[in-house]
């Protein structure tokens, strides 16, 4: 079992996997972790701008598929 994302690094998480499961853990290095959670995060972001489910209830068990998140707009002129 390949484990990124976040999860990779929640130790607890890890070591409850390993133990439910007869699966060989491999966690890559901690740059490509970082590098796919970003570029997941980039990707559920432009979904959410061109207005597109970014939350799928086939995958989460939600009623529907709906778009998550929030766009804040900060004004940097004082």
């Known amino acids: 079992m390949l ?3 976040g999860g990779a690094f929640n130790l607890f998480l ?3 996997i390993e133990e439910l ?3 060989r853990i491999v966690i890559p290095d901690r740059q490509i972790i970082e590098y796919k959670e970003a570029l997941i995060f980039a990707f ?3 979904l959410y ?3 597109e489910p970014n939350c799928l209830a ?3 068990g939600a009623p529907f ?3 998550g998140g929030m766009l804040f707009k ?3 002129s004082r």
Request: charged residues 10%; hydrophobic residues 40%.
């Open 21 to 23: 499961t007869a699966c």
């Open 3 to 5: 484990i990124t994302g």
């Open 74 to 76: 900060m004004n940097h």
């Open 49 to 51: 701008w061109n207005n």
């Open 44 to 46: 559920l972001g432009a």
């Open 14 to 16: 890890v070591e409850r």
């Open 58 to 60: 086939s995958v989460t």
């Open 65 to 67: 598929d709906n778009i």
